[in-house]
């Protein structure tokens, strides 16, 4: 999971994702495990799904 936000500064994530798009720790979590999955191929489509989770990252 810590590469998917490795490139993103932590401040900047905490506040314009989980502050501005109110996103909570926990829909963070099922966001990075999605991107995750699709990333390696195991969910399918995974390029819907990483269409829809990267607006979050």
Do not use: C, W
Not at 2 to 16: G, P, S, V
Not at 23 to 44: I, P
């Amino acid at each position: 999971m810590e590469e998917l936000t490795k490139n993103i500064d932590d401040e900047k994530f905490r506040k314009e994702i989980l502050e501005e798009k109110k996103v909570s720790a926990e829909e963070r979590k099922a966001v990075e495990n999605g991107m995750r999955q699709a990333k390696a191929g195991l969910l399918k489509p995974h390029s819907e799904v990483i269409k829809k989770y990267e607006k979050y990252l």
